[in-house]
């Protein structure tokens, strides 16, 4: 399926209200970090990225960009380069997610990459969390390459807290075919992960195609019934992650909130 993609940088971060620049000085790591610290709220010991790795991410040629309202650091993205002329976005967050911010960071992102010749943009998300899935798929037109197990280890955050760190890892082309998205009624595929009150049944059904379905919010029923939300990581750890891990592909994601899964 193809994203929304054509949108300039300049465009969309002047739709978010905002200005998006490279950081370079230790006050704006610092900023960066306080953000980062309001968004997901992580043990002392478990930062996404710490101040001195800024720096040296900075220094040396990576990226690290930050989002402005004015004076007011708003959003931030600190990603490295890797090999097969890749950058991997290792952290992305916004303090105002409806805005846009996000979504111009990543375009930011994806020129900053196009002026170094690079080809592709990788990162990991939570298969649970269904907006993201859908931000990254249809929104951005990534797609997973590789279901990662338990990938960070434990994650004491107010977000993951409490679970394990299993990760999609999202592989963005830089420039991407000129395709559409699929029209076919993906939504009437078979349905192998399916939701039946909040909890999740996995259903013996067989297809070419398959939908792998996701939680409605995983992050609030961490919370309001911590069983469910490991039943719903135990469930598509064995369907999603094991058709992956057999050559099956991910090739969208329905208006519904589930995974298109090509099984041939």
């Given at each position: 399926?193809?994203?929304?993609?054509?949108q300039s940088s300049e465009e969309a971060a002047a739709k978010a209200g905002v200005v998006i620049r490279e950081l370079h000085e230790i006050d704006e790591f610092r900023?960066?970090y306080r953000l980062f610290d309001h968004i997901w709220h992580p043990d002392p010991h478990n930062a996404p990225v710490s101040v001195e790795l800024m720096i040296g991410?900075?220094?040396?040629?990576?990226?690290?960009?930050?989002?402005?309202?004015?004076?007011?650091?708003?959003?931030?993205?600190?990603?490295?380069?890797?090999?097969?002329?890749?950058?991997?976005?290792?952290?992305?967050?916004?303090?105002?997610?409806?805005?846009?911010?996000?979504?111009?960071?990543?375009?930011?992102?994806?020129?900053?990459?196009?002026?170094?010749?690079?080809?592709?943009?990788?990162?990991?998300?939570?298969?649970?969390?269904?907006?993201?899935?859908?931000?990254?798929?249809?929104?951005?037109?990534?797609?997973?390459?590789?279901?990662?197990?338990?990938?960070?280890?434990?994650?004491?955050?107010?977000?993951?807290?409490?679970?394990?760190?299993?990760?999609?890892?999202?592989?963005?082309?830089?420039?991407?075919?000129?395709?559409?998205?699929?029209?076919?009624?993906v939504e009437a595929l078979p349905v192998l992960l399916a939701s039946e009150g909040e909890r999740p049944v996995i259903r013996g059904v067989h297809g070419d195609r398959?939908?792998?379905?996701?939680?409605?919010?995983?992050?609030?029923?961490?919370?309001?019934?911590?069983?469910?939300?490991?039943?719903?990581?135990?469930?598509?750890?064995?369907?999603?992650?094991?058709?992956?891990?057999?050559?099956?592909?991910?090739?969208?994601?329905?208006?519904?909130?589930?995974?298109?899964?090509?099984?041939?």
């Amino acid at each position: 399926m193809g994203g929304m993609t054509r949108q300039s940088s300049e465009e969309a971060a002047a739709k978010a209200g905002v200005v998006i620049r490279e950081l370079h000085e230790i006050d704006e790591f610092r900023a960066v970090y306080r953000l980062f610290d309001h968004i997901w709220h992580p043990d002392p010991h478990n930062a996404p990225v710490s101040v001195e790795l800024m720096i040296g991410f900075a220094h040396t040629g990576n990226y690290v960009a930050g989002a402005f309202d004015g004076s007011t650091l708003v959003g931030a993205s600190v990603g490295f380069l890797a090999a097969g002329r890749t950058l991997h976005s290792h952290v992305t967050g916004a303090a105002q997610t409806a805005r846009g911010i996000g979504y111009a960071l990543k375009l930011h992102q994806r020129d900053w990459c196009r002026e170094r010749g690079l080809k592709r943009i990788t990162w990991t998300f939570d298969p649970l969390v269904r907006r993201n899935a859908r931000f990254n798929l249809v929104k951005l037109g990534a797609m997973p390459e590789a279901y990662l197990e338990d990938f960070y280890g434990a994650m004491a955050d107010a977000i993951n807290e409490g679970d394990v760190s299993d990760r999609l890892l999202a592989v963005w082309q830089v420039t991407p075919e000129d395709h559409g998205p699929d029209e076919a009624p993906v939504e009437a595929l078979p349905v192998l992960l399916a939701s039946e009150g909040e909890r999740p049944v996995i259903r013996g059904v067989h297809g070419d195609r398959l939908l792998v379905g996701t939680p409605r919010d995983i992050e609030a029923l961490r919370r309001t019934d911590p069983a469910a939300a490991k039943e719903w990581r135990t469930a598509v750890r064995t369907t999603l992650g094991g058709l992956m891990s057999g050559g099956a592909r991910v090739v969208g994601f329905t208006g519904r909130g589930e995974y298109v899964i090509a099984v041939n």
